[in-house]
């Protein structure tokens, strides 16, 4: 390729055209279809069903990432758009020809059991149908199926209007910054901009305008989420679970006294969360000279000239940080910087955020999607889905059927690269105080966003279901006061429950804006596993622990061999092990502690 910024999709088609790609898709599918008809009619129709079944996962992960991926760079793109349609269109007529599946092999399991047995070519297969199999219990007749298929179709619509509130129905007042410029706020994208403005007057009137505007639209987004909540557990109790949450941790292989045990262990952050809320105000007090800290305040930057890295720069600070991974992971992160896996920069129409791919099985190149911002954060971002596409690329190479891993672990790895770029540029830059204070503020606080924060999160997830299930109110006054008292418990917020003020209203307005919790997935409590897991991997092998980098590499290797709790073990240590969460504690108490010494420093000087 001759754009070195931009990835190789075209690897995907094995020099063919789309279209051609289609037609072997379709032929792919026609023949699974037709091997279904007598699927279990004995050993050797079970197995050809197998082998055609793989073969069409190839062909389809193929299509599916050429297309989806080229439809993310342009999204306005006629060409891909109808592609994609026609996409969809050829997934819902394949899916028509399963319908009952799972039911068959539930009904059949003794067969199938016998087939798996005799031949110990498939004999692999035995998890994933092991994996349809626990579901037995939970797994109605097949026309009471179709009844709850029908109705579990309109549960996106839950999200859908989730987003059209939150991007379409908010309106924002128009905003005056200190020269009494009007600004106008169209969206999310605005507000953020503006809230690390030096203009006070502008941030506090962004801030009010925005928070304003949530709040007008406080009952819809509280009867929406209780109407979401309301389905997915009437869903699950329709399925023989107790409740939603109970058949999130079934999915996962988990019980649900886990969550509530990740619950308590956050916790612990909290003395050394208050310790850095506490000397970031009063930093920020010095620094912009302020009477007093308000929310506005608190998106400011704590270094005022910003750190350029371009690209090379980010290359090469991640594989000096990776070093101490070894030379075989090195190799990979190498291959993907080397060989177009990676869109790097931003263009018209192409989506926001980054991604690492999935349904890779087959792949040899597992693609990274970015808008690289030339910031640290966004070196970060890069190292961070470097992470997933080297987990991916190992589990590819070890796991021929178990490749895909769970959602429940996934972060881990990646987080674990974000930890070895901090270690990394704090030893390089220790000369450095601005550049010491731009890592530790992104870390600390980058850790307790996507940990207590999002812990603070499903905490409430847990209560506001409970009130569903229990046939209690779901209002807004109850949702803000239950957010408010999980703040308190895990970050030290102070209020005063008898007497609710203006801030504590705008503080709380932040939950009713969470985007999983429309999506029918009990998942948020689960960043704090990739988190702590992260923490832990990394800071082993950057302090040389003994079998730490083997592993490291032992997980990347089971795939999705074994449930998430033992995948996790591999890495040597025990979610469920008290000492590891206190091992986590000490670790973010250093970072804090080496916080306040800096920022002591530099007031003095």
Not at 524 to 533: E, F, L, N, S, T
């Amino acid at each position: 390729m001759d754009n070195k910024y931009e990835w190789d999709l075209e690897h995907l088609l094995n020099n063919k055209s789309v279209d051609d790609l289609f037609e072997e898709y379709k032929q792919a599918y026609d023949k699974l279809i037709s091997l279904y008809a007598n699927f279990l009619d004995d050993v050797n129709s079970f197995k050809a069903f197998l082998v055609q079944q793989d073969q069409c996962i190839l062909i389809s992960n193929r299509l599916v990432n050429y297309v989806n991926n080229k439809q993310n760079i342009d999204l306005i793109n006629p060409e891909y758009n109808k592609y994609a349609q026609k996409l969809a269109f050829e997934q819902h007529q394949i899916e028509q020809h399963f319908n009952g599946y799972d039911a068959k092999i539930l009904a059949n399991r003794d067969l199938i059991q016998s087939y798996l047995d005799k031949d110990p070519e498939i004999k692999p297969y035995q998890l994933s149908f092991d994996a349809l199999w626990r579901y037995a219990p939970y797994t109605l007749n097949q026309e009471q199926e179709a009844l709850l298929h029908k109705a579990e179709r309109h549960n996106g619509g839950f999200e859908d209007i989730f987003d059209v509130l939150l991007s379409s129905d908010m309106k924002y007042d128009d905003v005056l910054d200190a020269n009494n410029k009007v600004i106008k706020l169209n969206n999310d994208t605005d507000i953020y901009k503006h809230m690390r403005s030096k203009d006070r007057v502008l941030r506090k009137n962004v801030y009010t305008s925005s928070h304003k505007a949530l709040y007008n639209l406080r009952n819809t987004f509280t009867r929406t989420l209780f109407y979401q909540y309301t389905m997915n557990n009437s869903v699950a109790v329709a399925r023989n679970f107790k409740d939603y949450i109970s058949s999130a941790a079934f999915a996962d292989e988990v019980d649900v006294s886990l969550i509530q045990f990740i619950y308590e262990q956050t916790k612990l952050f909290k003395p050394y969360i208050i310790k850095f809320a506490k000397q970031r105000d009063k930093y920020l007090k010095y620094k912009f000279n302020l009477d007093k800290v308000y929310n506005y305040d608190r998106s400011l930057d704590l270094v005022a000239k910003k750190v350029h890295f371009s690209i090379e720069q980010a290359q090469n600070i991640i594989k000096d940080a990776l070093a101490c991974m070894g030379d075989q992971y090195l190799s990979v992160i190498n291959k993907a910087l080397n060989e177009h896996w990676v869109s790097w920069l931003p263009t018209n129409n192409k989506q926001t955020g980054a991604y690492s791919i999935s349904g890779t099985k087959g792949f040899d190149k597992i693609y990274i999607f970015m808008n690289y911002d030339y910031t640290y954060n966004g070196v970060l971002t890069i190292a961070h889905e470097l992470g997933h596409s080297v987990h991916t690329y190992y589990a590819n190479l070890n796991q021929p059927i178990y490749n895909e891993y769970s959602i429940f672990y996934a972060e881990i790895a990646s987080m674990a690269n974000e930890v070895l770029v901090n270690y990394h540029l704090l030893d390089k830059y220790q000369k450095d105080d601005q550049k010491r204070l731009m890592i530790l503020d992104e870390m600390i606080s980058g850790f307790i966003n996507t940990s207590t924060r999002q812990v603070a999160f499903s905490n409430f997830e847990w209560i506001a279901n409970d009130w569903v299930n229990k046939g209690e109110e779901f209002s807004w006054e109850k949702v803000r006061n239950t957010y408010l008292e999980m703040l308190n418990q895990y970050s030290g917020y102070k209020y005063n429950p008898n007497k609710i003020t203006k801030t504590d209203e705008d503080v709380a307005l932040t939950i009713i804006s969470v985007p999983h919790f429309y999506t029918s997935s009990f998942y948020v409590y689960k960043y704090a596993i990739g988190q702590i897991g992260g923490l832990i991997a990394a800071s082993n092998i950057f302090n040389k622990q003994p079998n730490a980098l083997e592993n490291m590499f032992k997980f990347f290797a089971s795939g999705g061999s074994l449930n998430s709790l033992e995948t996790i073990k591999l890495l040597g240590f025990d979610l469920l092990d008290k000492s590891v969460w206190n091992q986590a504690v000490d670790v973010f108490a250093n970072w804090v502690n080496q916080f306040i010494k800096l920022t002591n420093k530099l007031m003095k000087s």
